[in-house]
């Protein structure tokens, strides 16, 4: 189902603690069976659900894991005609990167 268009006026009627979806960069995710279990507390989540999330995903400087993590939830994107003028690369590179050191 990730090759599935949603338009952000789909997206906003998915605003609950039952139903709840977020756009992060131009992707759609139903995070629905996250939001009580989000480190940051359900709240953090439910104030985007139905919105734009991006700059709050981008601002606390997410891990690759919690990256990672985000792509289990994608159900989908944006039209072409919705999406931000935005590099995600540039989000990319502020991201908290942990590797292990090569012995």
């Not at 090759?3 to 709840?20: P, Q, W, Y």
């Not at 919705?82 to 540039?90: G, K, L, Y």
Request: charged share 25%; aromatic share 10%; with cysteine.
């Amino acid at each position: 189902m990730s090759d599935a268009i949603f338009t952000r006026s789909e997206v906003s009627m998915h605003c609950g603690e039952d139903d709840c979806w977020i756009i992060v960069g131009n992707y759609v995710y139903d995070v629905t069976k996250f939001v009580d279990m989000h480190p940051g507390g359900p709240e953090i989540l439910l104030e985007f659900a139905g919105g734009d999330a991006t700059d709050a995903f981008e601002s606390v400087g997410h891990s690759m894991c919690a990256r990672m993590m985000l792509t289990k939830f994608k159900i989908g994107s944006l039209p072409e005609e919705e999406r931000p003028d935005f590099v995600q690369a540039e989000y990319i590179t502020h991201a908290k990167i942990s590797l292990p050191m090569a012995h």
